[in-house]
């Protein structure tokens, strides 16, 4: 971004000619403007938080974000409750929370991941690539009600940016500092789970119940365990609504994409929760 312009090294010849020029504009005796010295600090457009980032070490990450889905299916897949729906509720509720069930497997497992950023593309790649993009044949369009989470358009990775990284980071930290137990990571992931909410829903009322028998056995087990801390249900809830912010885009594009590509996450998450894993 032209906030954080001056505080890289630019070696391009059009860069030097620019910037020559709006020096000799200014009026002599006059430092740098504001926001523009090396002394200035941050960058007030936010730019710094929408810089692409990709994973440092992509199949060491992918290879326990894939094990942690596993995982977590199988969770899913052994909640009696669960099993009683018909096989549209299950997917339904399945396609709408894979994402934040995910992350919370990734705190439980403590899987660290490291990021790191990546080169954006000059002007001409853009305006070549869009080029090349706009001659070919258009893709075909999705079939009608099926969801896809890949990036729009088909075209290459869309990398996830700065700010949505931290935010996932942030997630786990957050959980990682509350030390939450196995049992009451199992409650979170049923509160999680059955969101009544969801649209196309039939089975709502059940699954109302279903999640506030969840949030009942979680208190309780707070309430019995730690008795001497009267706030960890509400810092509970606190760690809930953090996954409201969770992006399954953005856990797609990070953790699925480097090893198998475009990926259509609801056709694999059909196969897997039909599978016995």
Not at 73 to 89: H, I, K, T, Y
Not at 102 to 108: D, K, R
Not at 210 to 232: P, S, Y
Request: hydrophobic share 40%; charged share 20%; with cysteine.
């Amino acid at each position: 971004c032209r906030c954080c312009a001056d505080g890289r090294r630019h070696s391009s010849i059009l860069y030097n000619i620019l910037r020559s020029q709006e020096r000799a504009a200014s009026p002599a005796g006059q430092g740098p403007r504001r926001g523009q010295g090396p002394a200035s600090r941050g960058c007030p457009c936010g730019g710094s938080r929408r810089r692409r980032v990709a994973l440092r070490s992509p199949q060491v990450a992918c290879k326990a974000a894939s094990a942690v889905l596993v995982k977590t299916l199988r969770f899913v897949q052994n909640v009696p409750c669960f099993q009683e729906l018909p096989l549209d509720e299950q997917l339904l509720l399945v396609r709408s929370c894979w994402a934040p069930l995910l992350v919370l497997g990734l705190a439980q497992d403590r899987v660290h991941f490291e990021t790191v950023e990546s080169a954006e593309p000059s002007m001409l790649q853009r305006i070549l690539t869009t080029r090349r993009q706009g001659e070919q044949t258009p893709p075909r369009g999705p079939a009608p009600g099926r969801h896809h989470h890949g990036p729009a358009g088909g075209g290459g990775p869309h990398l996830p940016s700065a700010g949505e990284i931290q935010a996932i980071k942030g997630f786990l930290a957050k959980c990682w500092s509350l030390d939450i137990s196995t049992k009451e990571y199992a409650y979170l992931k049923g509160t999680v789970l059955f969101n009544p909410d969801l649209p196309g829903l039939q089975c709502t009322q059940y699954i109302e119940g279903l999640q506030r028998e969840a949030q009942q056995a979680l208190n309780e087990h707070v309430r019995l365990i730690h008795r001497g801390d009267e706030a960890r249900f509400a810092k509970l809830n606190v760690v809930l609504s953090l996954l409201r912010s969770i992006n399954a885009n953005v856990i797609a594009e990070l953790f699925f994409r480097p090893i198998i590509g475009a990926v259509n996450m609801d056709d694999m998450l059909l196969e897997m929760l039909c599978a016995k894993l």
